[in-house]
């Protein structure tokens, strides 16, 4: 696991309620975007990297950026100061698998946590209720998904990841990847959780079992 932010104080704070979150885990740290680039380089198996957003030379968003093309697999995580609904979104449609805020509880960060490494989306709840009373659905396109695509956005509903749901249905990750960017346009969405919650505004038949 991988901590990047430019304030020692709080990387060693996070460090020490991250020990809480399983057993024997190994936490590296990074002040700047150069040095997080090269401690994924030579450690390309982490778990998670917790990305803060708002650091000197590179910002957050471009290594967001980065490592989103070159390690797909990798979840990044957004932990900033910022609560800026703009920020969320951004952080979400590039592709991070949660957007937690500093000012969050050491409790709900790692229920946070949980749920991503187990594959899920974390969103704020703030955030969430505001997706949930703004996304806007085209029923008449979203009947029209592929049976492939209803496979695939039955497990985004489940919370898996494009790796998981790659390795269960025997295609490749990029396939995936297309899958997931024809099914937010055909549900008029922008990221997976706005899907899911329009798959169950659309009454989409998605067997869960």
């Given amino acids: 696991m991988l901590i990047v932010d430019d304030h020692a104080l709080f990387r060693a704070g ?3 309620v991250l020990n809480e979150l399983e057993d024997n885990i190994s936490i590296l740290e990074a002040s700047n975007c150069e040095s ?14 917790l990305l803060d957003l ?3 030379g590179k910002d957050g968003f ?8 070159e390690y797909p697999a990798m979840p990044i995580v957004i932990l900033s100061a910022s609560i800026q609904r703009s920020n969320i979104q951004r952080a979400l449609d590039a592709g991070a698998m949660g957007y937690i805020p500093k000012d969050t509880t050491s409790t709900v960060m790692l229920n946070a946590l949980h749920l991503i490494l187990a594959g899920g989306v974390y969103v704020p ?7 949930n009373d703004e996304v806007s659905l085209n029923s008449s396109n979203a009947h029209n998904l592929t049976p492939r695509q209803l496979e695939v956005l039955t497990m985004v509903v489940q919370g ?3 790796k998981v749901i790659a390795a269960r249905l025997e295609l490749a990750e990029t ?5 997931v960017t024809a099914i937010l346009r055909c549900l008029g969405v922008s990221n997976r959780t706005q899907a899911a919650m329009a798959a169950e505004k659309l009454g989409l038949n998605l067997s869960l079992a």
């Fill in 125 to 131: 709840p703030n955030m969430a209720q505001q997706s």
């Fill in 54 to 56: 708002n650091m000197p």
């Fill in 160 to 162: 898996n990841s494009n």
């Fill in 36 to 49: 997080a680039f090269e401690q994924v380089s030579t450690n390309p198996d982490l778990d998670l990297v």
């Fill in 175 to 179: 396939t995936v990847k297309m899958h």
């Fill in 62 to 69: 471009t290594a967001l950026d980065t490592f989103s093309k």
């Fill in 14 to 16: 996070l460090s020490h």
